[in-house]
């Protein structure tokens, strides 16, 4: 069984987040979304489905890849 997973990344501003001191509480934001995955999967295993596969599906359409993927533009 495949499971679909989506990721709804434009509603953050990765950098913003870090430079205000926010970066705890996205940590805990994607902790929370890895936590819904597993429960996701838990409940197909309790309905004897075997999930073997996952896809990802995020929304980059607010990512800057200078800013956001550059490890040199850490702040």
Known sequence: MLIVLLF???EWDIRKAAVSGK???LN???E???DEVEIQIRMQQK???NVTQGVIL???DSIN???HVNFLSKP
Do not use: E, H, S, T
Request: proline fraction near 5%; charged fraction near 35%.
């Open 8 to 10: 709804p990344l434009d």
């Open 23 to 25: 970066l705890k509480k």
């Open 28 to 30: 805990r934001y994607f």
């Open 32 to 34: 929370k979304m890895c």
């Open 47 to 49: 309905l004897k489905r």
């Open 58 to 60: 995020g929304n980059l």
């Open 65 to 67: 890849a200078a800013q």
